[in-house]
């Protein structure tokens, strides 16, 4: 018997498939759907009117509308109503008139059921390959389909090989059935040579160490191996049982806090300000190939932007190395020009430099004044809060107003029901204590969530292996079973290692359980077996050899004719065209274009705050919307938009005064008593707002300037300033710099930069030539000139 414990026995086995040069792996997988005791089964017709929607809400949302005087057609506001729907249980409605989305869904889970996957393959990591084909198979009494993909990925030769004709039958010409078709990804080589493999496969295996170096010894176990396995080579068998949102915090906070490491260190993704010699040429195939392939716009147009950037840098920088150096000594030419600064005394230049001295320890003073007056602003607004500290309730308190009949405040709402689980505006069969309405998956993610920024501090560009973060999951248990402990009930993983007689891994078999009150139950199984270790079966590369490209397979068949379908995911279909009705927008894209409609008919933050945030509580706390008026929703939206916005500075005097009155009204003065929902509304206005102000800025700037090379340098100078001071002489460089960047801007767009685009280029713009900013500045202002 192996002396070592399970947990390194387990983790030795997992980690046999790093140690050799190759193996073969097969496996199937499988899902169980019991939708018996979840909502997708119910049988209630949906409708394409506004029925479903609560009348009492429907009702109160057309005064409000109309109160805030959100003018909308007929078809949009049914269209906005649907939306809340469906955002409020996203099988209540259904396009068809004939059959309802949970039907739908019932049927698709119907389906998965009697689906059977199946995969195998094999890995080469000296010949940097691997090969994976996959198997779908569904039977019935009087239905049989099965449908095979194989696929090999080559990083060697930077290909993706696969035959999709079983999967794709329309797309393959007839010529094509057996053959592999190719995708060629050599142009990310750059970025797969940076990445450090050694320290990939390192951190591979740390991630795969993990669940097992953390599980307590009530959670790994030897397993019986019966005659069977051992018949198969199987000598040891060790079973890890956990909880899915235990497994799936444990791995978030890994990767949570060895982020900088992957990111740099592994995957090499390093900044540098530091160009290749033919990043030019790079940058401009990249923008042409971009081109032909008709890729989306904004893409094409970051292309253009980087290889024009970098055509503009070689003509300035070259003519400015001759400006500065030609004829005499680069260092005598900087002392020359500190001199002739100077007027020749070096006492005025002493001078000089002790008053820009002065100027920045008065300009760090002022910072601390401010910063003093925000610190007595805070005290006075904190004054407030601290005397409101003692209103938050306790779990008592919360329970004894189940069966209150006042009017509650919403800051007692939210807090009650965030804090203890206690819904008091849910109907009288609703009023028992629970946790959220979320589905125990969301509840993991939440509870994921507020255990992240425990983390935060050890965050590192070092690695932090599984024994070191082992000791700080330790160190936190406390707080991670408290968040643990309010995100409902747990969904129970079980993973089954077989080892053989050298304590490789040869059998995995996962089994996931989930509960879900939407859904309802359903599993998940996945088992993999890897043989061959060393051994693994070749891949065949004359296949490969032969293998045509997607266009060469494709040519002929009835791709060509599916044009339209990638048209219309650039928004340009014929539907759209032809004026008919396209599909129905999201509830947050709706959101989204009233609160553009709004704030560019009023200008108003708060107004168009207002209607975004009561809207989505109509959608996902109906019952806070029919507990208050429409005015009282609009006051508890006002302190909303100031608590969730950093950048709405606060009214002052007597509009202060009822601003605090409101929080305290509402009972709105703790974070504790905020909804989260704050946050995504505070998203969708600052978003509207800021899009109009800049549309009107850019509006302005283009009426005034006229000329692509006059708007671009204008926006030029706004984005340098905006990153570095200025004194007045250097202002005035600045815009003669822009001038020359506009021109060339203007002239390489027509294909046409040369020298004479850089004319009136001098010695005194060397400082003011930055390219990250003319890229920037060219992709705005080609956006905007469209």
Known sequence: MDNTSLEQQAVTGVNAMYEYPSYDYRGNMGFQFDTSKGKVTSTQPASNSTQNLDPAIQKQLDQYLKQQKLSLSKQEKQALYEAIVTEQNPYAYSKGSDSSSARVAAGLMNFMNDLKISYDGSVHYRDKMASLNLVAKYQKPTLLVEAKLPMVVDFQNYKFYANYFAFMPYLVNKDSQASYAYLDFSKYKQDLDRVNVPKLVDYLKQMNALPYALADTKQLQRVHVSASEKQQGIRNKIRYQGDLGNLMLQMSLFEQINKPYLTQRVMGLVETDTVSEDASTVAEEAAKAAEAAGVASSELVSAQAYASSERVATLINNRLDELLYSGQDAADEVVEAEEASCGGDQTTCDIAESAYTDAED????????????????????????????????????????????????????????????????????????????ASALEQKVLAMQEVQHIFEPYVSDQLTDVQAFKALWIKHQPEIQAALAESGQAMPVTIDVALDNQGRAVDLAYQLQFADETIGNFGINLDMQVSNYGHATPIDKKALRDAKSVEEVTKGSMLENIVTGFTKSLGMSESAVDGEQTDRLSFDQQLSDLAEKTFASTGSYIKTYQSVFVLMLSANRPEVVKHYSNSELNEIAEVYAYRFNDRLEEPKGKALTRLNNLKEKHKLLEPDQFDELGYSAARIVQEASEGAKEYQAWNKRIQQYKTPQAVFADYYIELFKDDYELNAEQTTNLKSAAAVLGQAFADDRKNKLSEKSIAKLSKDHDGFMDYDLYEKAYVDVVNHLK
């Open 362 to 437: 008065a300009v760090e003073t002022d910072v601390d004044a401010r910063a003093v007056d925000a610190d007595a602003e805070d005290v006075a607004t904190g004054a407030v809060a601290a005397a409101s500290s003692s209103q938050l309730l306790s779990e008592q308190a919360c329970e004894a107003l189940l069966g209150s009949k006042k009017h509650l405040a919403i800051g007692d709402v939210t807090y009650c029901q965030d804090m203890y689980g206690v819904k008091l505006l849910q109907p009288a069969q609703g009023n028992a204590k629970s946790t959220a309405s």
